[in-house]
């Protein structure tokens, strides 16, 4: 899988925008990039995955360059409950492909 | 229940001792994995069943670890004679199917062992 490359952390104030960048200069032709967040002393949590296309769903937005080397995922409209670590993560897609995570970004939503 | 179900949430054992973590997937999921979570760190994957067939446990850290899922839905991971580098969260994860294209995993709340 390929390997990818987030900032540790950053800060975003409530109801502001958070974009969150993510490097995957290696990825393959077939290999999808997915975002999970893990909210403390929870289980990773599946937020949006894309391919090349960019994705938009309940949660969040995926924009992926045109060259696929690096994609950011933006909340809207960020609040308290965002605050988690977000993991940006290069893998085949299926149920059946384990995930590589990283250390991923520390977000801190402040008011 | 509808999500991922693991227990214990915690477990304290003392170096040596063996121990149990269980893993109740959502029904109907083929596919289930275990990571292992270090503090401060990214799950890092331990090993992938379809159904009750093993077919990846590349990341096992030793044979003192091993998993099962004998009839295709709970699973469980052992772990004998634990080491204080044991010490972590283990995470199951279970996905509805192997190949489709939007199947995402669903993550447990994990099983935080503390090794004494």
């Known amino acids: 899988d390929a390997k990818t490359t987030q900032p540790p952390s950053m800060d975003c104030a409530e109801g502001r925008a958070a974009n969150l960048p993510c490097n995957h200069s290696?990825?393959?032709?077939?290999?999808?990039v997915y975002w999970y967040r893990q909210i403390h002393s929870q289980g990773p949590q599946y937020i949006i995955h894309?391919?090349?296309n960019n994705e938009t769903n309940e949660m969040a937005s995926l924009i992926i360059t045109e060259d696929r080397k690096s994609s950011t995922l933006i909340l809207p409209h960020a609040t308290l409950r965002d605050t988690a670590v977000y993991y940006c993560?290069?893998?085949?897609?299926?149920?059946?492909?384990?995930?590589?995570f990283g250390t991923g970004t520390q977000l801190k939503v402040e008011l | 229940g509808a999500g991922v179900s693991q227990s214990p949430r915690y477990k304290v054992a003392k170096r040596g001792q063996d121990v149990a973590l269980r893993c109740d997937p959502i029904?109907?999921?083929?596919?289930l994995f275990w990571y292992q979570q270090a503090l401060g760190q990214g799950p890092e994957f331990l090993t992938y069943?379809?159904?009750?067939?093993?077919?990846?446990k590349s990341g096992l850290p030793s044979d003192r670890f091993f998993a099962e899922r004998p009839e295709g839905s709970v699973s469980t991971l052992k772990i004998q004679r634990t080491q204080q580098e044991d010490s972590a969260v283990y995470l199951c994860?279970?996905?509805?199917?192997?190949?489709?294209?939007?199947?995402?995993?669903?993550f447990g709340q994990g099983t935080r062992l503390t090794v004494v």
């Open positions: 290696t990825i393959s032709g077939n290999e999808y």
């Open positions: 994860a279970s996905s509805l199917a192997v190949t489709d294209m939007n199947t995402e995993a669903f």
């Open positions: 993560i290069v893998s085949l897609t299926g149920g059946g492909n384990k995930l590589t």
């Open positions: 894309g391919l090349k």
């Open positions: 069943f379809q159904n009750e067939a093993q077919l990846d």
């Open positions: 029904s109907g999921h083929v596919s």
